[in-house]
């Protein structure tokens, strides 16, 4: 971080840089991130800003590199776990950019354009309602197709990787860079995104098939979530990756975790791979919580749990 910029009585700094620089859209000052991740945990981001279009974001990202200042990109904040200082710095989210269009329509299959601000459900609920599949088993993933792409989101043997052909992201100093799925390097929970670089769109491949079949799929899918997960609590969805060998959630229910709690977070009872936020949880209890979990795993199986949730901020 840019040493002018520490602190957040640099309101009237940030508010200079974002006016010099022709910037449309929301910009919100000592936001708090509670409100925008689906732990409803997080202090405050210093700036906030959403861009409308990605000229916006351009202009942005450039007058902030130019004060070598760097930004974190957000999307539906539902894999993410703000610390309770909140975050140094500026977070960009596309949530205005959301376009979801055909741009190929060949005999089997179709190829869509997709803007990463767009919730993942949109584009999910388009590929139905056009009997388009390759995404079913994505049905019920909250957040944004960026971060689905960021984190390579899947379920049921179904991933983001098996339907890119390519995204675009932008870096930091305003340059577009297209990259085909091989250079995305999309692996379990995993992508290569250039540091210093936001995704902006993507080009998906889907195949044509039967609506009604499509659907079906999509509601098993969900039915298994629904009985399988804690979808009513507060939650960044699995906490820890699951190993070529076993589930995640198989080591922490058989090392005994579930109910474990550390103030208002708590092993998930439905579970044992979901931490939920009871109400209050702060992000120290939640890290707590995530550590005693990772220690009592190892102290079982002689297991180090990975975390799959990403933790950011200052602590
Ligand atoms: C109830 C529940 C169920 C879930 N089930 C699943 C599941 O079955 N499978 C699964 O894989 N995940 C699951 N998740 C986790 C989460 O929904 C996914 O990881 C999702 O894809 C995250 O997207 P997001 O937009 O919320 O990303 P965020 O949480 O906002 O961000 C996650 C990361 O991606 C980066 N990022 C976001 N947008 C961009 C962008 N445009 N450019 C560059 N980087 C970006 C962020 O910087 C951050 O590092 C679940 C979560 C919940 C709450």
Redesign the pocket.
């Known amino acids: 971080m840019n040493k002018e910029i520490k602190h957040v009585a640099d309101e009237h700094l940030w508010q200079e840089i974002i006016s010099q620089c022709s910037f449309s859209g929301e910009v919100m000052f000592r936001e708090v991130m509670k409100m925008h ?2 732990l409803k945990i997080g202090g405050p981001a210093d700036v906030f800003v959403f861009p409308q279009e990605v000229i916006s974001l351009k202009n942005i990202l450039t007058a902030l590199k130019r004060r070598d200042i760097s930004f ?9 776990l703000v610390r309770d200082g909140g975050i140094e710095g500026i977070v960009v989210s ?1 949530r205005d950019c959301r376009r979801i269009e055909v741009v190929d329509d060949a005999k089997d299959m179709v190829s869509l354009f997709v803007e ?2 767009a919730p ?1 459900q949109k584009l999910v609920s388009f590929a139905k309602e056009n009997g388009f599949s390759g995404i079913e088993g ?1 049905a ?16 049921f043997g179904y ?1 983001m990787k098996n339907v890119i052909v390519s995204a675009v ?1 932008m870096h930091a100093d305003g340059r577009l860079i297209k990259l085909d799925a091989e250079e995305l390097g999309l692996e379990y ?1 995993k992508a290569n ?1 250039p540091a210093d ?4 769109s993507a080009n998906i491949r889907l195949r044509k098939d039967i609506k009604e079949d499509i659907a079906k799929r999509m509601e098993g899918f969900l039915k298994e ?1 629904r009985e399988r ?1 804690p ?1 009513s609590e507060l ?4 906490v820890f990756k699951n190993s070529a060998e076993t589930s995640a959630g198989k080591l922490i229910d058989e090392a005994g975790c579930k109910g474990m709690r550390v103030g208002d977070a708590e092993v998930s009872a439905v579970h044992a791979n ?1 931490l939920i936020n009871k109400g209050n949880a702060s992000a120290a209890d939640f890290i707590k919580l995530m550590d005693a979990v990772k220690a009592k795993v190892l102290a079982t199986f002689g297991v180090e749990l990975e975390t799959e ?2 933790v ?1 901020g200052r602590g």
């Open positions: 991740t689906s974190m990109p957000v999307g539906g904040g539902t894999n993410l596309l990463s601000g993942l994505l019920g993933i909250p957040g944004s197709v960026g971060g689905a792409i960021a984190g390579n989101a899947g379920a991933s992201v929970r995104i670089s936001i995704i902006l979530k997960q979808l939650s960044a969805g699995c979901f949730i990403k950011v």
